[in-house]
Structure formats: structure tokens, C-alpha cells
């Protein structure tokens, strides 16, 4: 079946404005996880979904990030006001559950912000 | 909290060279361990893990050992292809629903 698939690949915008990154996870995962890949760095994470439980926020590096889930489908994670330092992949991965389950990982987004 | 660390690449090794990537960690309690590998232009893959000491894990010719005496899961590889090419991530699994992951080292196995 379909992997985890996200969009768009890439994405150049400029200082201050907006962006939406769309994930679509594997049908039938109930998690879903967003992590950051910045240059040269290991993966930091930055939002988990569960079910309909409240999402894990801890990761989220300032106020300017957030994200939403529909139900067990796609999410979004949008960042405002985008700043330099937000230049990174993306990367999104969806499970069956949450421990011990295999994390499927999405090809990324790779954001520049100028 | 829980850490991982590997060792920095480019790794450049020749085809049929042994591999080994270092891969040490620290968590509290008893994590899960896993290596990711990430080819060109793809998702992150699993490519084996270990759920509890001694537990040796394997996939495609590599395979890493659970050492909770050293807290270590080195990836080895006895003879690499040119097609082992690629980014190798190290991450654990400590209970807490996320993965934590070393910064990656890069192999890049010439002909």
C-alpha cells in the first residue's frame, strides 16, 4: 500500500511569512509524528498525535509552530512568521500505535526561508 | 534525558570493506534501539532494532548488538556494496512515544 507521503517536497519562502505542511499518513495509524532535520543535526521532534487523545506538544520549538489532525488522517503543521532558522527538512512519520511500534517516516519537506 | 550519540561521518570506505558505526546512548530504565538508514532522496527506512540487552538485531548483512554493559548499538556491516550508501541513524525508544536520534553519520562506499 501507499507510504507516508507528504507535500510539497520543497518549499522557499521568505522571512516572515507563513507556511503549511501537509502529511498523510499510512491508512489505518493512529499516530502520527512530526520531527525537525536541520543541517548536519539529528532529528528533533517536535509534535505527536495519538488517537483522539491530546496531542504531545512538547517538542514544538516556540509558539510560532503548530499543528492539527484530522481524526486519524492528514495533518498539518504550520509555522508563522518563519524565521532563518527554520530552514530544515520536515519530516513526518505515521505508526500503528505508539511504543514499540515501527515509526514509517514520509520523504520530507524541505523549507528555506530567505 | 535520553541522548544518542554516534560517531561523525563521512565514513568512505571501499566496496567488501567492513563497516562499523559507533553508537552509544543514554536513557533511563531499559530503552528499545534502532538503526534507520536514509537513502538519497528517500524516507527514513528501519533497518533492525533490539528490544532488550544482548538482543542482536538484523537486516541486509548489518547487524548491531545491544550492549547495555557499555549502553551501545554499533552498527556493523561485513562487506558493504556501493548500494549501502547512505545515512545511518541511531535512536532509541525509552517509553516516552518518541523517538530519540543521533545526528546521523554518512557512508559513502566507492567501487
Known amino acids: 500500500g501507499a507510504g507516508v507521503s507528504q507535500s510539497p517536497s520543497n518549499k522557499v519562502t521568505e522571512k516572515g511569512k507563513d507556511v503549511e505542511l501537509r502529511c498523510d499518513p499510512i491508512?489505518?495509524?493512529?499516530?502520527l509524528y512530526w520531527y525537525r532535520q536541520r543541517l548536519g543535526q539529528g532529528l528533533e521532534f517536535l509534535i505527536y498525535?495519538?488517537?483522539?487523545?491530546?496531542?504531545?506538544k512538547s517538542g514544538l520549538p516556540s509558539d510560532r509552530f503548530s499543528a492539527e489532525r484530522t481524526g486519524e488522517s492528514v495533518s498539518t503543521l504550520t509555522i508563522q512568521r518563519t524565521q532563518q532558522e527554520d530552514s530544515a527538512v520536515y519530516l513526518c512519520?505515521?505508526?500503528?500505535?505508539?511504543?514499540?511500534?515501527?515509526?514509517?517516516f514520509g520523504p520530507g519537506t524541505r523549507l528555506t526561508v530567505t | 534525558g535520553d541522548s544518542v550519540t554516534q560517531m561523525e561521518g563521512p565514513v568512505t570506505l571501499s566496496e567488501e570493506a567492513f563497516l562499523t558505526i559507533n553508537c552509544t546512548y543514554t536513557?533511563?530504565?531499559?530503552?528499545?534501539l534502532f538503526w534507520y538508514v536514509q537513502y538519497p532522496g528517500e524516507g527514513l527506512q528501519l533497518l533492525l532494532k533490539?528490544?532488550?540487552?544482548?538482543d542482536k538485531g538484523s537486516n541486509k548483512g548489518f547487524e548491531a548488538t545491544y550492549r547495555k554493559e557499555t549502553t551501545s548499538f554499533h552498527l556493523e556491516k561485513g562487506s558493504v556494496q556501493v548500494s549501502d550508501s547512505a545515512v545511518y541513524f541511531c535512536?532509541?525508544?525509552?517509553?516516552?512515544?518518541?523517538?530519540?536520534f543521533g545526528k546521523g553519520t554518512m557512508l559513502l562506499v566507492s567501487p
Open positions: 512519520a505515521s505508526s500503528l500505535g505508539d511504543r514499540g511500534h515501527e515509526q514509517y
Open positions: 491508512s489505518g495509524h493512529t499516530a
Open positions: 498525535f495519538q488517537g483522539n487523545s491530546a496531542p504531545d
Open positions: 536513557a533511563t530504565g531499559y530503552p528499545s
Open positions: 533490539a528490544t532488550k540487552a544482548d
Open positions: 535512536a532509541l525508544d525509552s517509553g516516552y512515544s518518541t523517538l530519540t
